[in-house]
């Protein structure tokens, strides 16, 4: 009785799993069936998981765009978006677009200012940090990034033309440089905040780093009395922000690079203006000098352009009331998001060939539109803290080695892996390394 009872139980579970998405789907309460689906995704979210487990979600949802156009059920109450005009709703200053519980899966026991989702709270954190990630603050710690440089030198001197994995070296510079930058002396998180607050109790003034704006308030006079698991969990989201994803942008940068030689020969031309006489790895290359290069910050941003680290939509949920996004009224609950890596490849914005790493289209006029269009650090109040610092970190390292190094890959043609996770992490990048005479 009790084997036919369990067979009876396990039945109504399969026959509710099947049939309440389908009831689901046709009673339509969001009003979502006006849009094209892919494969089974009005039905399912199993669609996302597959092709995520597959670590092919990004290009996925790119083939559904075109296939479908701009607006795509990826889920059974998820819309992603394709098209420029879309940011400024549902990522920009002022949308009513919440925080989808999509961010819940990265919360530690306190909030950080990253997965925050209540405006308020995150509006306090985000407003801690500002200082500390200002241009002006940043480029202060300038000796940091030129110390580790100065080691990659000497490194990249003694290959003596063998192949080198530069992400092992992007990744190995970023890591020092952001425990340097933030005073970390050991592997955990808690010693350094631990040794703040020491200072705080001590009545001694504060260390010279990022992670100063855990204890203190912006003006360095009071402490702001947070408690340990708090500061955990913000010294880790810190640490992240302070590299993140920059290793991953250097590399497919560098590999870009290295695939063309004329956009090389064009930068070399550009720095030769700017750095007459730094030609000695010794001999550090200032920030002052490199900062306004437009064609170096134009072969940075096609590589974010193309490849950025985060290339997938990052999910938001209309709130209670509904609006409209790219002239769609979407009920409250509905989940959207915008594909960074189909957004960047709108023809509209970025011109011909988007396909191609062409960084002379970021000089071209109407540049500013493709600023619009750009997402590699996402927009509005929710964009990425560590933006200032990540160009800062690209400008200097990408300028060093192309005025050095002559970089090679071993065959032409050679195309570097991609791993998407959450991140579109990068393979290996060997690559011939030779001072430049």
């Not at 769609?328 to 011109?351: I, K, M, N, Q």
């Amino acid at each position: 009785m009790y084997k036919e009872i369990i067979v009876v139980f396990s039945i109504l579970i399969v026959l509710k799993a099947v049939l309440a998405p389908i009831y689901t789907y046709l009673r339509d309460p969001k009003g979502l069936k006006r849009f094209p689906g892919v494969s089974v995704a009005p039905l399912t979210d199993l669609w996302r998981v597959w092709k995520q487990y597959l670590r092919t979600r990004t290009v996925a949802v790119h083939k559904a765009h075109l296939k479908y156009g701009s607006i795509v059920r990826v889920g059974p109450t998820h819309l992603s978006f394709s098209t420029p005009e879309a940011i400024r709703h549902i990522y920009g200053h002022g949308t009513p677009a919440l925080k989808d519980d999509f961010y819940q899966t990265f919360n530690s026991t306190h909030l950080n200012v990253s997965d925050a989702q209540d405006r308020d709270i995150h509006s306090i954190k985000r407003k801690r940090f500002a200082i500390a990630f200002s241009q002006k603050r940043i480029v202060e710690l300038e000796h940091v990034v030129q110390d580790h440089l100065r080691r990659v030198s000497r490194i990249l001197d003694s290959s003596k033309g063998e192949e080198v994995d530069m992400k092992q070296i992007m990744m190995h510079l970023l890591l020092e440089a952001r425990y340097q930058l933030q005073h970390i002396t050991t592997h955990f998180v808690r010693e350094r905040v631990s040794m703040d607050i020491e200072r705080v109790d001590a009545g001694l003034p504060p260390l010279d780093d990022l992670m100063t704006t855990l204890v203190w308030d912006r003006n360095r006079e009071q402490p702001l009395c947070l408690e340990l698991g708090e500061l955990v969990t913000e010294a880790q989201n810190l640490f992240s922000a302070a590299g993140g994803n920059t290793e991953i942008s250097l590399t497919n940068i560098i590999w870009y690079l290295a695939s063309n030689p004329h956009v090389v020969r064009r930068l070399r031309a550009e720095l030769a203006d700017a750095l007459p006489l730094h030609n000695d790895s010794s001999n550090p290359i200032s920030y002052d000098l490199v900062k306004n290069l437009p064609y170096l910050r134009a072969c940075i941003d096609e590589g974010l352009r193309l490849r950025p680290s985060i290339p997938g939509g990052l999910p938001r949920v209309v709130p209670k009331g509904g609006m409209m996004v790219s002239g769609e009224w979407l009920e409250e609950g509905t989940t959207v998001s915008l594909s960074t890596y189909t957004v960047h490849r709108y023809p509209d914005v970025f011109g011909l060939d988007p396909e191609r790493y062409i960084p002379e289209r970021w000089l071209q006029p109407g540049s500013r539109d493709m600023q619009r269009g750009f997402l590699a650090f996402s927009q509005g109040g929710r964009g990425c803290l560590g933006r200032n610092i990540a160009y800062f970190q690209m400008q200097l390292v990408i300028a060093a080695l192309v005025w050095r190094y002559d970089l090679t890959l071993r065959e032409e043609g050679w195309e570097l892996e991609t791993m998407e996770t959450f991140s579109a992490h990068t393979g290996s990048l060997p690559v011939v390394v030779t001072r430049r005479e």
